[in-house]
């Protein structure tokens, strides 16, 4: 099974996971890369796809692994003493952590909170990997995707102080419409499940209807 994801959504999701499904699935060996190049499964040898967007593809079925949440997020000793930021205006003036991948996700934010944050200082990193790294170490705040930080925040490791802001787009796994393989069916039951045992509701519905198979 050949499974293309984005970096970070598989060494914070994904990895964590992988080996439940190697326990329910013995047989199916898999093969996975990092990208965020788009597949195009006309071209690419990829069975399924997890990546980021509007859940707008054509000509794949498509279903959504969890909602953009975004939030602030820094090391705890960030929110203490004199200095630390009382309030979201207040960012403005700290080191803002941004990723190379993600450059609208804070410009984002801080319009949901009617700020403008254009002004902020900041590094920027080539992954969000490296963003969320920095902010455990204590080097500013970064603007972090809620379901990809669920273990540093319960661990207190970071802590979000401000709104957390929600969008149409988010995380999703699509492969191939119409009639697919049963390895295929299998990873994306599995990872379906884990979305609900994870949020405590039904598995997700597919976002985009698949188109019907090929008649025989």
Request: charged share 20%; proline share 9%.
């Given at each position: ?131 969320y790294e920095a902010a455990r170490q204590g080097m500013g705040f970064a603007i972090g995707q809620v379901g990809l930080l ?9 802590v979000a102080p401000f709104p957390v802001m929600r969008r149409k787009s988010g995380y999703f796994l699509i492969h191939r ?6 390895k295929v069916q299998a990873f994306r039951q599995w990872l379906l499940d884990e979305v609900a045992a994870e949020i405590g ?16």
């Open positions: 099974l050949k499974v293309r994801v984005y970096l970070t959504f598989a060494l914070r999701w994904l990895l964590p996971r992988l080996q439940r499904f190697r326990a329910q699935y013995p047989n199916i060996d898999i093969n996975l890369t990092t990208s965020i190049i788009p597949v195009d499964f006309e071209r690419d040898d990829i069975d399924m796809n997890i990546c980021h967007g509007d859940g707008k593809w054509a000509g794949v079925a498509c279903w959504q692994i969890f909602q953009d949440q975004i939030t602030p997020v820094c090391a705890p000793m960030l929110m203490e003493g004199a200095g630390a930021p009382s309030c979201p205006a207040e960012l403005v003036g700290q080191n803002l952590l941004h990723s190379r991948n993600r450059v609208g996700d804070w410009a984002d934010w801080f319009q949901s909170v009617n700020i403008d944050g254009r002004s902020a200082p900041g590094l920027t990193f080539e992954t969000s990997s490296l963003v669920r273990a540093e925040l319960e661990r207190g490791e970071l419409s119409g009639r697919i393989e049963p509701e039904a598995p997700p519905a597919a976002a985009q209807a698949p188109e019907p198979a090929p008649a025989l």
